[in-house]
């Protein structure tokens, strides 16, 4: 009978550890920070880093690497767009301010992002090139 045999240990190679390590420990740390009080600003978080982020959305797999080359044509290019119009349109896709097709997806992605990152990514993306 051929597939996985079901009595044989399980064992990790140091490998398949460090991976996990790698998946659990970012959570991990915001976690700790959080609990122990420590909040960045707006300022102080790297908007880049958020938006690549798969762990915030994963905002490229639909807007593309770069913020300008969405996977779907009805999807908004975000680069160079106004920082204050970006972070209007992510609050109200958050609140259910602004409800339509085409926000379905992002309303749950926006549960990942708190405010002050909402601004930070805003700001990044603003400073993009169109």
């Given amino acids: 009978m051929g597939g996985m045999d079901l009595h044989a240990p399980l064992f990790l190679n ?7 390590i ?4 970012p959570a991990l740390v915001a976690v700790s920070m959080v609990g122990l009080g420590f909040n960045a600003s707006a300022a102080e978080l790297d908007g880049d880093a958020l ?25 908004p290019k975000l680069a160079g767009q106004n920082e204050a119009y970006l972070l209007q349109q992510m609050k109200d896709i958050k609140s259910g301010a602004r ?16 405010e002050d990152e909402l601004a930070a990514i805003a700001k990044y993306l603003s400073g993009l090139q169109p």
């Fill in 51 to 75: 938006f690549h982020n798969p762990a915030k959305g994963g905002c490229p797999a639909c807007h593309g690497k770069d913020a300008k080359s969405p996977i779907m044509p009805n999807y």
């Fill in 99 to 114: 409800n339509n097709g085409q926000t379905a997806a992002m309303k749950g992605v926006m549960q990942m992002v708190n």
């Fill in 22 to 25: 790698r998946q659990v420990l």
């Fill in 14 to 20: 140091c490998e398949d550890i460090v991976m996990r």
